[in-house]
């Protein structure tokens, strides 16, 4: 079995009037190499006539963001002119390789009804060789996202990435990386083999699990020692988990705002090239 190194939990850190918790980075953690940061949005109801999200125009570099919508909407717009609605149960996954700007709000229909809330963003490191890639966008809704059941359909797995079983996930990726939100049951039980190799990304959005013999509440991030290959999960009540894995890239980390590279000159040059117009013009 996989031994737990440390169980970190997530911060409260409002963005303006949302509910965000963050997990990583964090004191004690500063990445599961390649994933770098999440924030959890949510769970909170917003009341009619909302401001929505409050992520307009911004850019990135070197770094891809992998939206889970698990209530709600978001609206992406990006200077590459790709423009979507996705709604809970959908993903979004844009690569921002050598630069875009996007801004991520709430469709007018959510601001100007409201209702629940609940979404997370994950950024997942590009590799020193596809830094400079040429950007992407990808959103896709709940329905395109390939779903299967196990322990006789207590766990549901959405296979985001990757693959796992004989399934294939929904998006193609740049690099070697499983991802997916698992929802179970009460009493649930999943048992998965991940290689030592391979770092796990592992973090409780509702409910309680038990994994490889310790519980852990929600809004917690399991961090795992590379020794064993074995999980064991179980959930004690109704939980949702979202887990990944990737081996690890191995390189230098300089991050700095919305960009991520590999040193201080690259990240210079981001905001040189951004400030320059390199990333596209905003068109409102």
Same mark, same amino acid.
């Given at each position: 079995m996989r031994t737990i190194k440390k169980i970190h939990k997530a911060e409260y850190a409002p963005i303006a009037d949302l509910v965000t918790y963050s997990p990583l980075p964090s004191r004690s953690l500063q990445q599961v190499d390649p994933f770098l940061f999440l924030n959890h949005h949510g769970h909170q109801v917003y009341k009619p006539n909302n401001r929505g999200l409050p992520f307009g125009p911004h850019p990135h570099r070197g770094m891809e963001t992998v939206t889970f919508i698990l209530e709600g909407d978001i609206m992406h717009k990006?200077?590459?002119?790709? %423009?979507?609605?996705? !709604? #809970? $149960?959908?993903?979004?996954?844009?690569?921002?390789?050598?630069?875009?700007?996007?801004?991520?709000?709430?469709?007018? %229909?959510?601001?100007? !009804? #409201? $209702?629940?809330?609940?979404?997370?963003?994950l950024w997942v490191n590009l590799p020193a060789r596809l830094k400079m890639t040429e950007p992407r966008y990808e959103g896709l809704q709940r329905e395109n996202i390939p779903t299967f059941t196990l322990d006789e359909g207590n766990v549901t797995v959405n296979l985001v990435s990757g693959t796992w079983d004989g399934h294939t996930g929904a998006f193609e990726t740049l690099s070697d990386i499983m991802l997916s939100t698992v929802y179970f049951q009460a009493g649930g039980k999943l048992s998965v083999e991940v290689p030592a190799e391979r770092n796990i990304f592992f973090y409780i959005i509702k409910g309680?699990?038990?994994?490889?013999?310790?519980?852990?509440?929600?809004?917690?991030?399991?961090?795992?020692?590379?020794d064993g290959t074995e999980l064991q999960v179980e959930a004690s009540e109704d939980s949702i988990l979202l887990f990944g894995h990737a081996v690890p890239f191995n390189e230098p980390v300089v991050a700095q705002g919305p960009f991520v590279m590999n040193s201080e000159a690259e990240i210079y040059q981001a905001y040189a090239d951004y400030q320059q117009g390199k990333f596209g013009s905003w068109n409102h």
């Open positions: 990006d200077s590459g002119g790709h %423009e979507s609605v996705i !709604t #809970g $149960g959908g993903v979004q996954w844009m690569t921002a390789g050598r630069g875009l700007i996007h801004a991520e709000v709430s469709s007018s %229909e959510f601001k100007k !009804t #409201g $209702g629940p809330l609940e979404i997370l963003q309680t699990l038990t994994v490889n013999g310790q519980q852990v509440p929600f809004r917690n991030l399991v961090e795992f020692n590379n």
